[in-house]
Structures are given as structure tokens and as C-alpha cells.
């Protein structure tokens, strides 16, 4: 069975850590959203802020310890362990990443949070994609639409051309960090949906392909 990695868990445990450090030192009111220039238009107390990623890095852990045993494919996981694990990890650095980030806005560091965010979401698709041909058929993480779950054969199919298109939209999406204003939160969404609905719609496709060969 899978077991969440230890470097989850270390990473979850260092963002409180740097919770506490900055807690001394934040202002009474914290940013903790901001719009698509980049600018600040959310707030909440010190401690709230400080301490949002880091319970939802815990809560995101637990999760990722306790639904695979609930899968009914659970037996699949020990084929792709290793996998399972470095994506875990690789969304436990970006949010840790993210938290660190928004402490140091915070704190009067001079950060462009608009710029970060494509640029960590970039390279986390990056990441996913590598590792996503990998992924063994279940039910809860990996490319899920009623024609991947049905089969086998087309989820591999979809998840080998997965490892590419996430790949592409990882590349692109870094792209955008370097266009200034709301262009750039329209180029990044454009990627995401169509790189998804690309996906969902060759999944499809697949399936189809596969009834044809079946009759």
C-alpha cells in the first residue's frame, strides 16, 4: 500500500516552522489573495494568514495517506509508488513555495506574486507531466473523465499523451509570467482549458477507437 512520503510530511511540518518565525513580525492585517495585476485585494488577521496554507498542507496529507485505501482500485497503487510519491511531494513544494512566498510579501519583501504564480504552477505541471504515463488506472488521481475509468487501454493511452500535453502547458504557462497584467492571467487560463479540454476530448476518442477494434 501506498504510504505518503516522509518529505511530505517534513515540508508540511517546515511550513509551520516558518509560520512561527514570521508570526513576530507580520502586520495585524495580512494579503492573502490577489487580483490578476498582481495586486493585493484580499485580506485577513496575522494568524489566519499565517497559518492557512500550512492546516491545508495538513488536511491535503491526510488526504493523500487515507483515499488511495479507500480506492476500489487500491491494489494498483503499489505499481506506480514512486510516482504516487513524487507528485505528492511535488504539490507539498508548491505550496509550500506559495506559503513562503506570501509570508515574504507580507513581511515587505518586493515580490511580484502575479509573476510567481505561473511560474511555480508552470513548473509544477512540468513535474505531473514527467511522472503522469506512469500512473496506473484507479479512481483518484491522474486524468479522470467516464472514458478513462471505463478501460484500461484508453486510460494509458490518454495518460501517455497526458505526460506531453502537461508538459507543453507547463513550458507555456512559465511563459506568462513574462507579460504584465490581466494578458496574463487570460494567456494562462487559455493554456489550462484548452490543454484539459484537449485531454478530455482525445479520451473520448480513444474509446471510440477501442469499440471500433473491439466489433
Not at 122 to 130: A, E, H, M, S
Not at 153 to 181: E, N, P, Q
Request: glycine share 6%; hydrophobic share 50%.
Amino acid at each position: 500500500m501506498v504510504n505518503v512520503s516522509r518529505l511530505t510530511i517534513v515540508l508540511t511540518v517546515l511550513a509551520y516552522f516558518l509560520s512561527l518565525a514570521a508570526l513576530p513580525y507580520l502586520p495585524d492585517q495580512v494579503a492573502i489573495h490577489w487580483n490578476a495585476s498582481g495586486e493585493a485585494d484580499g485580506f485577513s488577521s496575522k494568524w489566519f494568514g499565517a497559518l492557512l496554507l500550512p492546516v491545508l498542507m495538513t488536511v491535503f496529507t491526510f488526504l493523500m495517506a487515507v483515499l488511495p485505501k479507500l480506492d476500489p482500485k487500491r491494489e494498483n497503487y503499489a505499481r506506480f509508488q514512486t510516482s504516487y510519491r513524487m507528485v505528492n511531494a511535488a504539490l507539498s513544494c508548491f505550496f509550500l513555495a506559495l506559503h513562503a512566498v506570501t509570508l515574504a510579501y507580507n513581511l515587505g519583501f518586493s515580490i511580484d506574486v502575479g509573476a510567481v504564480m505561473p511560474l511555480g504552477i508552470g513548473g509544477l505541471f512540468l513535474v505531473i507531466g514527467n511522472y503522469m504515463p506512469k500512473i496506473k488506472h484507479n479512481y483518484f488521481i491522474g486524468i479522470r473523465t467516464p472514458w478513462t475509468l471505463a478501460s484500461e487501454t484508453v486510460w494509458h493511452k490518454t495518460h501517455r499523451l497526458g505526460g506531453k500535453v502537461f508538459t507543453a502547458m507547463g513550458i507555456l504557462s512559465m511563459l506568462t509570467a513574462f507579460w504584465r497584467g490581466e494578458m496574463r492571467v487570460v494567456l494562462f487560463l487559455v493554456i489550462i482549458v484548452v490543454g484539459n479540454l484537449y485531454l478530455i476530448v482525445q479520451s473520448f476518442l480513444y474509446e471510440q477507437q477501442e469499440q471500433r477494434n473491439r466489433s
